[in-house]
């Protein structure tokens, strides 16, 4: 459990080790989620990642990309095609 004190202005100083937790760097940005009474913070970008993710599960197996040089190919291919066009 850490501790944080608000400032006149509403600021806060993330803790060093929350601040690790969540990979946070000067300039990251973070979510306040609200879950009932409670208050998530997330990194941002983490969240963005995590549902471009969720969106593409199972895309590979669906297209037969097995391995890394089978994407590999198949980017070869699309721009192949692309120049074409």
Known sequence: MELAKVT????????KSIRELLD???GS???FIQK???I???NS???ALEKIQNA?????ERLGLKT???????????RKNRKKD
Do not use: C, Y
């Open 8 to 15: 006149t202005k509403g600021q806060v100083t993330i803790p």
């Open 24 to 26: 946070l760097k000067e």
């Open 29 to 31: 940005k973070i979510l």
């Open 36 to 38: 009932g009474k409670d």
């Open 40 to 42: 998530v913070i997330q």
């Open 45 to 47: 970008a983490m969240l």
């Open 56 to 60: 593409f599960e199972g895309e590979a």
């Open 68 to 78: 890394e040089e089978d994407v590999v190919q198949m980017i070869r291919e699309f």
